[in-house]
């Protein structure tokens, strides 16, 4: 069975940093991308961030750019977001997710953990 325990997020001020955890099991966790979400309130999902099987890639949405930062340990099963600079709009539910590297068909979701920027 497919788990993800996400954890890191909470509630940090204007231009503060928090580093959100994905750990994973019950999948081989080099034979998957895994991307970052999120998800504001009234807002659709949208990516964040993106990083290959093997950390070789990534790729960012525009409004992170330059402030978020994504890796993975696949010794650790993990994948993290390290977000700086954080501004009241990054404020929403992040999501891991794992997509198949053969098939795009094959993903799974982490629950989620809130991310909250307010002073």
């Known amino acids: 069975q497919v788990q993800f325990v996400e954890s890191g997020g909470g509630l940090v001020q204007p231009g503060g940093s928090l580093r959100l955890s994905c750990v994973a099991s019950?999948?081989?966790?080099?034979?998957?991308?895994m991307s970052w979400y999120r998800q504001a309130p009234g807002k659709e999902r949208e990516l964040v961030a993106h990083i290959a099987s093997f950390g070789d890639n990534t790729t960012y949405a525009d409004s992170v750019k330059g402030r978020f930062a994504i890796s993975r340990d696949n010794d650790k099963h993990t994948v993290y977001l390290q977000m700086n600079s954080l501004k009241p709009e990054d404020t929403a539910v992040y999501y891991c997710?794992?997509?198949?590297?053969?098939?795009?068909?094959?993903?799974?979701w982490g629950q989620g953990t809130q991310v909250t920027v307010s002073s």
């Open positions: 997710k794992a997509t198949f590297s053969y098939s795009q068909n094959l993903v799974y």
């Open positions: 019950g999948l081989t966790f080099s034979m998957y991308r």
